[in-house]
């Protein structure tokens, strides 16, 4: 039960745009979870739940961790390390820019880490074009990449 509603949680906030526990509370009762507070405080955290900034100032629920809970495969860390020279934030959008040639395999390997921040990506020869699902979420990710490559 756990296991279903903390990807329940995970699904709301990626569709809607939930300020307070009460509202997501609420959305999870619509959807057939009953719930107390304490409970959705204690799976905000082991989710990794923030509020962010959504653009508009209001501050949302956001998952600052991978959907993923497996470690990456080591060939697209492998690619992000060997292609990547550098990184730009213009508002939601992340600009990566990569050896020549890469910029596809990179965008590959982006896709590969299952970040729920990462809208979508586009990749040219040289640069890759990121849409982050909230401008305040483009730091986190440029902080994870580097974590990744070691920079």
């Known amino acids: 039960m756990k296991f279903k509603r903390q990807n329940m ?11 307070t526990h009460n509202e997501l509370i609420k959305k999870l009762s619509e959807c057939g ?25 209001r501050f949302v629920y956001v998952s ?3 959907s993923g809970t497996e470690k990456p495969d080591e060939k697209y860390i492998r690619v992000l390390k060997e292609g990547l020279i550098s990184m730009d934030q213009a ?12 910029a596809m395999a990179v965008a590959a390997a982006l896709d ?19 849409a982050i ?15 990744i490559v070691g920079k």
């Open 112 to 130: 590969e880490f299952s970040w729920s921040e990462l809208v979508g990506s586009v990749a040219g020869d040289d640069t890759i074009i990121c």
């Open 9 to 19: 949680i995970l699904e709301l906030i990626k569709e809607n745009p939930i300020e």
């Open 91 to 102: 508002e939601n959008i992340l600009v990566i820019k990569t050896e020549s040639g890469m």
């Open 64 to 66: 600052q961790k991978s």
């Open 33 to 57: 979870f009953e719930v107390t507070q304490a409970t959705v405080s204690r799976d905000i955290r082991q989710l990794g739940i923030i509020k962010a900034d959504d653009g508009t100032g």
């Open 133 to 147: 699902r909230y401008k305040a979420a483009v730091k986190n990710v440029m902080e994870r990449i580097k974590k």
